[in-house]
């Protein structure tokens, strides 16, 4: 009874802390957005610095949650007997922290290099985003309803895969359009390819969370 119970206490612990990641990805991603829409109205780069910080300081926030985190599962892995999985969860989203500062640097680049980023490119960018914040919140609502709700997370788990075929089918489109585009200015398609490429990347990885989290799900219904 008494491992049972330290067990229910350190998946709680795991499970608070892998929404509190959800979270600050959402914020990541919130101010990176911030950064594109000033970005597009032209804003002076001073502005758009002070964004980035932001953006680098949320990013070094997650980083040390995942440390924390890590070292907290790994010492309690012989207590949680999926504690794996809630590992790759974590490594997962901070890779997409990592994907999200990549995105606000190569944002930062242009900007500092005077490369020109039509509306309509920006528009995406900020669209894919905000697709991708409602897959995170997808994730999270599933993580908070693992525990006592396991069947219910299969349904939510399944928009966060449909969000990354959205996604998948918004990437190739684009990304052809930007070909065709900016044939003739290297450097801002060179800009763009990477842009594109990091948030389709973000998109795979919280499918890969999502993979995690329905095993989870589908663990628990059969207990």
């Given at each position: 009874m008494?491992?049972?119970?330290?067990?229910?206490?350190?998946?709680?612990?795991?499970?608070?802390?892998?929404?509190?990641?959800?979270?600050?990805v959402r914020d990541e991603m919130s101010e990176l957005n911030l950064m594109l829409k000033v970005y597009q109205e032209g804003k002076g780069g001073g502005d758009l610095g002070k964004i980035y910080?932001?953006?680098?300081?949320?990013?070094?926030?997650?980083?040390?949650?995942?440390?924390?985190?890590m070292e907290y599962l790994i010492k309690s892995s012989e207590v949680v007997f999926y504690s794996s999985s809630f590992i790759n969860i974590i490594r997962t989203l901070d890779r997409v922290?990592?994907?999200?500062?990549?995105?606000?640097?190569?944002?930062?680049?242009?900007?500092?290099?005077?490369?020109?980023?039509?509306?309509d490119v920006l528009d995406t960018f900020i669209n894919i985003i905000e697709i991708e914040k409602k897959q995170v919140q997808d994730l999270e609502d599933a993580f908070m309803k693992?525990?006592?709700?396991?069947?219910?997370v299969l349904g939510i788990i399944s928009s966060v895969f449909e969000t990354e075929e959205k996604i998948d089918t918004i990437y190739r489109k684009s990304l052809f359009?930007?070909?065709?585009?900016?044939?003739?200015?290297?450097?801002?398609?060179?800009?763009?390819?990477?842009?594109?490429?990091?948030?389709?990347?973000?998109?795979?990885?919280?499918?890969?969370?999502?993979?995690?989290?329905?095993?989870?799900?589908?663990?628990?219904?059969?207990?």
């Open positions: 008494i491992e049972e119970r330290r067990e229910s206490l350190v998946e709680m612990t795991a499970i608070e802390h892998i929404v509190n990641m959800c979270r600050i910080e932001k953006v680098r300081n949320i990013k070094n926030k997650g980083e040390e949650l995942v440390v924390l985190i922290l990592q994907q999200i500062d990549g995105v606000a640097y190569r944002v930062y680049l242009a900007h500092e290099n005077k490369v020109l980023l039509d509306k693992i525990r006592l709700s396991p069947k219910a359009e930007i070909y065709a585009r900016y044939s003739g200015y290297i450097t801002a398609l060179l800009i763009l390819k990477d842009i594109f490429e990091h948030l389709e990347e973000i998109s795979d990885f919280l499918k890969n969370v999502g993979e995690e989290v329905r095993y989870l799900a589908i663990a628990r219904s059969a207990t």
